[in-house]
C-alpha cells in the first residue's frame, strides 16, 4: 500500500512508542530516585508521569487517525450491495447482445460474496477501480474540450519563422530567458 498518510502515520507510532519506552522510564525513574531531595524527586517523577500522558495521547490519536484511513478504504455492505443491484443492470445495457457470457463473467466478479471476500484479504476497490475510472473519465472529458487548430497553427508558424532567422532566435531567447530571470 503506497499511502502516505499511513506511512507518516506508522513512523510517528514508533517514534510515540520509543520515546518513552520501558527501559527510559526505568532509568529515569531510577534517576530520580537517586536524587537526595525529596521535592526534586517528586517533580521530576510527576515530569516522568506527564511525559507518559503525552505519549498515551499521541498513540490514541495515531491510533484514530489509522482507523480513520482505513474506514475511509473500507466498502461498506450497503455499499456492496448498492453496487451489485445497479451496476449489473448497467453493464447488461452496455454490453452487446454476442457478448452475454463476459457479463456472465463480470456478475461473478461482483457478486456480494466476491467483493466481500476480496475487501477481506486487503483488496482496495476504491484506490483499483475508483481512482483508474476517475482519472479515465478527467481523460474522456478533455479530449472532448475543444482546441482552436487555427491558433496552435499560427503558433507553430511562429516558431518556424522565429527558428528560421537566427536574429528572431537571439531576441526571442533573450526575451524568454529574461522572463524567467523576473519570475
Known amino acids: 500500500m503506497n499511502n502516505p498518510i499511513i506511512a507518516q502515520l506508522g513512523a510517528n507510532l514508533v517514534e510515540a512508542a520509543t520515546r518513552n519506552g520501558a527501559s527510559i522510564i526505568s532509568t ?5 530516585k537517586s536524587k537526595k531531595e525529596y521535592k526534586e524527586t517528586i517533580s521530576e517523577l510527576e515530569e516522568i508521569i506527564y511525559d507518559l500522558l503525552n505519549d498515551k495521547s499521541e498513540i490514541q490519536s495515531i491510533a484514530q487517525a489509522y482507523e480513520q484511513e482505513l474506514v475511509a478504504q473500507k466498502i461498506t455492505e450497503a455499499d456492496i450491495k448498492y453496487i451489485t443491484d445497479n ?4 453493464l447488461s445495457g452496455l454490453i452487446p447482445e ?3 457470457e463476459q457479463l456472465e463473467q463480470f456478475k461473478k466478479i461482483l457478486s456480494v460474496e466476491t467483493l466481500t471476500i476480496m475487501q477481506l484479504i486487503g483488496f482496495n476497490y476504491k484506490q483499483a477501480i475508483g481512482e483508474p475510472l476517475t482519472l479515465l473519465l478527467r481523460k474522456t472529458i478533455e479530449a472532448k474540450i475543444p482546441t482552436d487548430s487555427k491558433t496552435n497553427i499560427d503558433y507553430i508558424l511562429a516558431m518556424a519563422n522565429i527558428a528560421n532567422d537566427a536574429e528572431s532566435t537571439k531576441r526571442f531567447y533573450q526575451l524568454t530567458h529574461q522572463q524567467m530571470l523576473e519570475e
Open 98 to 100: 454476442d457478448d452475454k
Open 87 to 90: 451496476l449489473l443492470p448497467i
Open 28 to 32: 529515569k525513574i531510577k534517576a530520580a
